[in-house]
């Protein structure tokens, strides 16, 4: 088992990881959460209150499918950005805007999610899809993206939580332990990749902590959204008109 608690050591793991599983990563999303992921991610745009014309980010974007849901949101006449450091990822996210008509509003490039390659204020929104419990180090992510959205933008995050009705949440975990990896095997032969989805979820921090950290990273308004029972949540804030310059 790779020690995931060095931060290099987790990061070129993720990395490997999401490689390996890119080009059956959606079918298996869709199949995982029958279908309802399409619904979340839309949801999750919404709330990120991204206007027609406006400029978004996706970081850690993956396949580019929440990206593409911005790009939706913000019509023809809006620039979105999606950024991953797997290269596989943005291989078949690039794929997935080929016939897109909003495919020319759209741009993926690779970068690092902890030193994000843009000056300050630039977007009006940046979202996070799965994201945040795979990367080394949440604060300073979350850090990155409040620093170059817009003053009054929004940051949100789309990721699985902690689920909190009893007898649910034992049979759901059951689920996931047992289920999911087995589906994963089946469907791309990678049964460590799933275990691992399991394993980070299970340890990933409850979504009220998540909104803690929103709110240590400067943002206002921090709240979360619990989706189908706390399996998934959308946690989000907003940067303040005013920056305070002792955040």
Same mark, same amino acid.
């Given at each position: 088992?790779?020690?995931?608690?060095?931060? %290099? $050591?987790?990061?070129?793991?993720?990395? =490997? *990881?999401?490689?390996?599983?890119?080009?059956?990563? =959606?079918?298996?999303?869709?199949?995982?959460?029958?279908?309802?992921?399409?619904?979340?991610?839309?949801?999750?745009?919404?709330?990120?209150?991204?206007? $027609?014309?406006? *400029?978004?980010? =996706?970081?850690?974007?993956?396949? /580019?499918?929440?990206?593409?849901?911005?790009?939706?949101?913000?019509?023809?006449?809006? $620039?979105? *950005? /999606?950024?991953?450091?797997?290269?596989?990822?943005?291989?078949v996210a690039r794929q997935n805007i080929r016939d897109l008509e909003l495919r020319d509003s759209i741009q993926f490039i690779k970068g690092d999610a902890m030193d994000l390659p843009f000056e300050d204020n630039v977007f009006d929104c940046a979202t996070v899809g799965w994201g945040l419990r795979n990367v080394p180090d949440i604060l300073k992510v979350v850090q990155e993206m409040v620093r170059v959205v817009k003053p009054g933008g929004k940051v949100v995050s789309l990721d699985m939580a902690q689920p909190?009705?009893?007898?649910?949440? %034992?049979?759901?975990?059951?689920?996931?332990?047992?289920?999911?990896?087995?589906? /994963?095997k089946l469907c791309s032969g990678n049964k460590k990749a799933y275990q691992y989805f399991f394993n980070s979820s299970k340890n990933f921090v409850h979504q009220e902590e998540l909104a803690g950290i929103f709110a240590k990273a400067g943002l206002v308004?921090?709240?979360?959204?619990?989706?189908?029972? /706390?399996?998934?949540?959308?946690?989000?804030?907003r940067k303040p008109a005013t920056c305070n310059p002792d955040i």
């Open positions: 088992m790779v020690n995931l608690h060095s931060k %290099e $050591k987790k990061a070129k793991y993720v990395k =490997d *990881t999401f490689n390996s599983i890119a080009r059956n990563y =959606d079918f298996m999303n869709t199949l995982m959460t029958f279908g309802m992921d399409k619904s979340w991610r839309r949801l999750a745009v919404k709330r990120a209150e991204l206007p $027609k014309g406006g *400029t978004g980010l =996706d970081v850690c974007c993956g396949t /580019g499918m929440l990206t593409i849901e911005q790009a939706r949101a913000a019509g023809p006449a809006g $620039k979105i *950005t /999606g950024l991953d450091f797997s290269e596989n990822m943005l291989e909190e009705i009893p007898v649910f949440r %034992e049979f759901y975990w059951m689920y996931f332990n047992r289920v999911i990896p087995a589906m /994963g308004e921090t709240r979360y959204l619990n989706l189908c029972g /706390g399996v998934v949540a959308i946690v989000e804030g």
